[in-house]
């Protein structure tokens, strides 16, 4: 009857959450998340061969092979503070170029709260299937409407905003919808998982209107509406004991198809297309003692399969040579020039006794964004590269409370602005986040 319940609940959850309750804005390794559950969070996101929580399928379906019931909830609290600075312009605009104001532009909307709940039934000592639901990954960006000369004839225009547009920036929100089944072999030793994945995302754009003259589909680049698709992929996971306290584990997500944004067919390319890439994953852990644990993963994110991402920004100079393809919305349109991320996790789990379980990690993730794509990426500047977490578990018999923080410094990339040669623009981040969950094993 319990479990009965309980999986209603989920249910009805995962409904509120795909229809848009839950803001995710997870841009720390490219536009992923740095981990998925609390615990993993506090080891710096390493997940690959330790599992410890029904956020598992985030990481490796194989983590939930024989686990014991339980539910797992939290919530997030995450603060990436962007912005970008451009040189003055040196030189009268011609046609064609887009100078940006000189000076520093920070975005708004520094605060977001972000939900995740999983649930996982142990149907014998080797076998259990669950649930989880995660924000897979999003980016927000939100500039002010700040005054700017854009008639070229040095008179700022009250509210005219970084692109002349008005206010200004994207957001893109995605989650996840995982429903697991794992299996041990081998007398316990290999685990196995598999998960379809269901994937909805939400995503809107403001303020770049003034590109129009780039888009195949003007009316729909830049007009401020929501909209909404869903996707769906597959995930296999395998982990392996390889001696008393030394594990292995792996997994592989495939590339989530989803449906176009047709609202935004005249700004991602083939008319809206805005699929999930790929990523694979390696790691080990190993017990030093009896009350400490290493881990490190290995992950590679695969932007190069998604245009409307990889397709470099200098795409768009394809227009001025004649080729109507590479307008905004066109079949090689130019995209954020994202390339793909290797991230390395390192983290480490001391037991404290009497219920106290504390962790640290250290989370490397790769710079997607090259010096020659930061004018389009001032609306995606995801180019984080270190964190540093730290957390804890506290045990009340059956009950959990656990906890993660992760600090990533100031990073910056800086280059020279797409439509307006000599100006030099620089963007940056830099993201606090506390998470808080509870957990209850039945």
Not at 303 to 311: F, G, L, T, V
């Amino acid at each position: 009857m319990e479990a009965r319940i309980i999986r209603r609940s989920l249910v009805t959850v995962a409904v509120g959450l795909a229809m848009g309750s839950a803001g995710v804005a997870n841009a720390t390794n490219g536009y992923f998340s740095h981990g998925y559950g609390t615990k993993a969070k506090g080891m710096g996101g390493v997940g690959m061969a330790i599992s410890q929580d029904a956020y598992a399928p985030g990481i490796n379906p194989a983590g939930i092979a024989g686990m014991e019931s339980r539910i797992d909830g939290s919530l997030t609290y995450f603060r990436p503070e962007r912005s970008f600075e451009a040189s003055d312009p040196h030189r009268q605009a011609q046609e064609g170029e887009f100078p940006l104001a000189g000076g520093s532009v920070d975005s708004d909307s520094n605060n977001f709260f972000i939900p995740s709940l999983a649930f996982v039934q142990q149907i014998d000592a080797d076998r259990s299937w669950g649930i989880a639901l995660l924000g897979n990954g999003g980016m927000n960006t939100d500039y002010p409407a700040i005054s700017r000369d854009c008639s070229g004839d040095g008179q700022p225009e009250s509210g005219a905003g970084v692109f002349c547009d008005g206010t200004a920036g994207v957001n893109l929100e995605q989650l996840a919808i995982i429903p697991t089944y794992a299996q041990k072999f081998a007398d316990g030793r290999v685990s196995v998982g598999f998960s379809p994945i269901i994937s909805y995302q939400r995503f809107s754009a403001e303020g770049i209107g003034s590109f129009g003259e780039w888009s195949e589909d003007p009316d729909n680049l830049s007009s401020g509406r929501t909209d909404s698709s869903w996707g769906y992929g597959a995930q296999i996971g395998v982990q392996a004991e390889l001696a008393e306290g030394a594990r292995v584990g792996a997994s592989y997500r495939s590339k989530i198809r989803a449906g176009d944004f047709d609202r935004y067919a005249g700004l991602f390319v083939n008319g809206g297309e805005f699929d999930i890439p790929s990523t694979y994953g390696l790691g080990f852990s190993v017990d030093v003692s009896p009350r400490v644990t290493l881990s490190a993963d290995y992950q590679r994110i695969r932007y190069s399969e998604i245009d409307a991402i990889a397709n470099p920004s200098a795409n768009i100079y394809g227009v001025m040579a004649g080729d109507p393809d590479s307008r905004f919305g066109g079949s090689n349109g130019p995209g954020f020039g994202w390339d793909d991320v290797d991230v390395f996790k390192f983290g480490a789990q001391i037991d404290g006794g009497n219920g106290w379980i504390w962790r640290v990690g250290y989370n490397r993730g790769e710079n997607p964004i090259s010096s020659d794509d930061v004018t389009l990426n001032i609306l995606a500047p995801a180019v984080m590269e270190d964190h540093f977490t730290f957390g804890f578990t506290r045990e009340f018999g059956q009950h959990e409370l656990n906890f993660a923080a992760m600090y990533a410094p100031r990073q910056r990339v800086r280059g020279e602005n797409l439509f307006y040669q000599g100006q030099e623009v620089e963007i940056e981040m830099r993201q606090y986040e506390l998470e808080i969950g509870y957990a209850y094993r039945f």
